[in-house]
Structure formats: C-alpha cells, structure tokens
C-alpha cells in the first residue's frame, strides 16, 4: 500500500512539472504585443550623440533600433540634406571657424540659399546640446541623405545586422515656400529620387498635408505617416487626399485605449512622437502603440 502512495505521489509530482514547463513555455499574449512595438530612434540616438549626424544613427543601429528616424531638407544645389532645421540653429551649431551662432542670425544661414559643401563646413556636434545634456560633444556635419544610407548599409553589412527601416520626415511649411525651400512636389521628386537608388524599407512622414498628398499621388507604392500635433483624428484625416499608412502624433495625445483603438480601427499604425520619459515609455507600451520614436533608443528597448 506504501508503495503504491509513493507512485501515486511520484506520477503527481511529474504531472506538475510538466504543466509548470508548458506554462513556461507559452508566449505571454502581453509580452509577445510589446515585442512588436518598433524602436524608432530620434534623429538617430539623440539623447546621447549630436542629433541627424552619422555618429547618431550609427549608435542608435548599435543598440539595437528597428527604425531610424530622421529629417531633410533641401540645400540651393538641389542636394537633400538630412537637418531638422533649413538653417543653422543656434542652440548646437558652430560656424567653420568654431564661433557661436546668435538666435538674431541663425536664419540668415538658409540652406536654400546655400551649396551643400559650405553648409558641410559647419560644426554640428562640438557645442553640444544643453537640453540633453548627457549628449556627447564631437566634431561632425550635416550629412546628405544618401551618405546616411551608405553609412548604414555598409556598416550593417560589415557587422551583420538585422536590416533597419529609414523614417524620412521631409520638414516643409507654406510659409516656407520658395524662401526656405523649393516647392512641395520638387522636394518629393529629389528624395525619392535619392531613395530609389537602394533597395532598403523606407517610409516618407511629413506635418505638410501638401508633402503628404503629393507624394501619395506621385508615388503611391511608398508607405506615408502623418504627424500630428493637435486633437481631432477625423478633422485632421479630412486635409488628406488619402488615408494615410501611419498615423504620427504627439505622444500626449495618445490619452487612452480608445484613442489607440479609434487609429488602429482605421487601419492605420499608431507611431507616437517623441516619447523619452520611463514613465510615457511604459505608457505607450502598455497602450499597444505600433511604434514609439525616442530620442533615447535603449530606454524603449529596456521597457520592451
């Protein structure tokens, strides 16, 4: 009778373990959601190398991003210069002889006005940026587009690293027309283009529903976002000659599920900007966002 307890016991033991194993096993349904979120890097790895530069994305690669984000603009040469700003901003630009930039000049320095090779001259990486101050300070350049996907590319290839995606935004405003910039469809045409010449995912953003519309007719194969910094989902989607791939908002505004659901429910990947808090992080990950874009990379990555 003892003997027959302790088998009893014995096959009860083993049952458990198993079952424990199994559980072990499954794929969590939350972590499995969380690990579908895309890290998009900010400027490539803003919070910690001189934003839009070469050092930036390659850093942001490093560590393991699925997407660099990134922004051009378009210099006098027709050449797509990859700036946040079509000018020398004066809080981390540096003049070819080390000078600082007053706020009163920045805009002289207009890009449009500007050959790419005097616009290469300036310091983007020396002065470093008081509003991440954890940044490192190094001397580097605004570089064109096509020099950030052969840099990429080949340091991936060289490396062997899983592919990333490039997430253009193209910086344009009406104001800006002819001053600042060329016309909307001209700067569609010059980065796509430069995209055409690679085989590598890619996808266009814009804030300019004129960018966006355009490029949606010129180019429809080419997946499009649309940032957005104010409320009203349907009141922005109206200004659209289409419907977009990505909807692209500012992080506060993704409040709560329903906003998640009432994007998601149009077919559209909802790719919050520019999240770099823990707190905001764990927030839009926990709200199954498609895709968060951050100015620290390796923060996202740790939540997921």
Known sequence: MKIIQILVFAVLMLTACKNETSEKNEPDAN??????????????????????SLPAFINAVKKGADVLELDVVISKDKKVVVSHEPYMHNLYM??????????????????????????????????GNKLFPDQKKQ????????????SVE????????????????????????????PKPEVVVDLV???????????????????????ANEKYPEVELGYLVSNE???????KLDFHPDNYNPNFKLVKN??????????????????VNRKSDIKRMVELEVDGIITDFPERVIKAL
Do not use: C
């Open 154 to 181: 080949n340091y991936i290839a060289e490396k062997e690293l899983e592919a990333v995606k490039y997430n253009i935004e193209i910086k344009s405003s009406e104001n800006n027309y002819e001053k600042y910039q």
């Open 139 to 150: 001397k580097t350049y605004k570089p064109l587009l096509s020099e950030v996907v052969d």
């Open 94 to 127: 540096l003049t070819p002889e080390g000078d600082s930039i007053s706020e009163e000049r920045q805009k002289s320095y207009n890009f449009y006005e500007m050959e790419y090779d005097s616009i290469r001259a300036f310091d983007a990486g020396s002065k």
């Open 257 to 274: 599920k329903a906003f998640v659901d009432s994007v998601k429910n149009k077919e559209m990947k909802l790719i919050p900007w520019t």
């Open 192 to 214: 796509m283009e430069v995209m055409e010449e690679y085989e590598v995912p890619f996808n266009l953003q814009s804030f300019d529903v004129n960018i966006l519309n355009i």
């Open 232 to 238: 009203g989902i349907e009141k922005n989607l109206e």
């Open 31 to 52: 972590m499995e959601a969380f690990n579908q979120v895309e890290v998009q890097g900010h400027r490539g790895d803003r919070g910690n190398f001189p934003e839009n």
